[in-house]
């Protein structure tokens, strides 16, 4: 089913206007698997939440992304950013209920697509798939000519020929992004963060269930993709900022982007890292096993900047650090009092 067939066979159910082979197609669809009663709860729930006021405003054609631009401070034409203004209409009349729910349908249109898309287009079978293995690093150009440099153990996926009006892309790992300039909003969704912009370039680390976005150059728009839309902050350049869980949203903090991004190149940088992390990361640069020889160890925190080396110069390096030893044994390092 393309997006634009199931956004308007969701319109006219949720508006009470869907045929009775509407509905087979839709529960049809629903049978296929729990990941669309998810999708559907998840619709259903923003549906809910925007039951008109006595007072609707619905944005005009074509600036469904209005509120991006604003956010970003970008200035929109005034003819290109009207609104107008809608009396609730009174009940009664079916023709005012059709109205009613379309209205709604419109308001929130923009963050339904983004699910539609993130969770059904891109399970057609027409998405393409970029990832990297441990020690292995990968420079993209994607269709509308955003580079990508992914570092290791990574992964990006997007529509294949990325001519949606919205320019989907998913990321799991890390990576850096240049993106192209060409009028349509990009989004970048993680596991637990969504990331638009209009053209820019920033920095993206998603790994277990945090994502921390790194602004080098313009403005990036960061949320949580909880169902609470006030969880977003604008982030400028020199900006960090950081989501964990799913509606956890750190305060922005003014950085020195040269030196947080400094796996670009080819160095560690941490900042009262816990060990565990490190070693993690050490794991993933050198696709080899590390061990720690107590889980105490792993909350020994590391700041600084080191250059990638060999691992045994590395390792010699931070263990000296911490006032530690490692050694290794049995086809992996452990690392040791």
């Known amino acids: 089913m393309r997006e634009e067939e199931f956004q308007n066979l969701l319109n006219r159910h949720f508006g009470g206007q869907s045929s009775e082979a509407e509905e087979r197609l839709l529960q049809e669809w629903l049978q296929e698997s729990d990941e669309h009663v998810r999708i559907y709860a998840e619709i259903e729930k923003v549906w809910q939440l925007t039951e008109p006021a006595r007072q609707l405003e619905v944005p005009d054609i074509g600036t469904e992304w209005s509120a991006l631009q604003t956010d970003l401070g970008i200035k929109i034409p005034e003819e290109k950013a009207r609104v107008l203004p809608m009396k609730r209409p009174e009940t009664g009349g079916p023709q005012r209920f059709i109205q009613s729910n379309v209205l709604r349908w419109t308001a929130v249109a923009a963050a339904i697509s983004i699910l539609i898309l993130s969770q059904v287009f891109l399970n057609t079978g027409t ?141 560690f940088i941490f900042h009262q890292t816990p060990l565990h992390e490190v070693v993690a990361e050490l794991q993933r640069r050198y696709d080899t096993k590390i061990r720690l020889q107590t889980p105490a160890l792993g909350k020994h925190s590391m700041s600084g900047v080191f250059e990638e080396q060999e691992i045994d110069t590395t390792l010699t390096v931070f263990c000296q650090t911490l006032n530690l030893k490692y050694s290794f044994q049995n086809g992996s390092y452990l690392i040791f009092r």
């Open 127 to 267: 998405q393409k798939v970029y990832a990297t293995r441990n020690a292995e690093r990968r420079n993209i150009e994607l269709p509308d000519g955003t580079s990508v440099r992914l570092n290791v153990a990574s992964e990006i996926k997007f529509s294949e020929e990325l001519q949606d009006s919205v320019r989907l892309v998913f990321l799991q790992g890390q990576a850096f992004f240049d993106v192209a300039h060409d009028g349509r909003p990009f989004v970048v969704q993680t596991e637990n963060a969504r990331i638009r912009v209009l053209g820019t370039s920033f920095d993206i680390h998603a790994r277990d269930n945090q994502t921390r976005v790194i602004v080098k150059e313009g403005s990036v728009l960061l949320q949580t993709i909880s169902a609470d839309l006030h969880d977003k902050v604008v982030l400028q350049a020199n900006e960090k900022s950081v989501i964990s869980g799913k509606n956890t949203l750190a305060p922005v903090e003014s950085v020195n982007e040269d030196y947080l991004i400094g796996w670009l190149n080819n160095r």
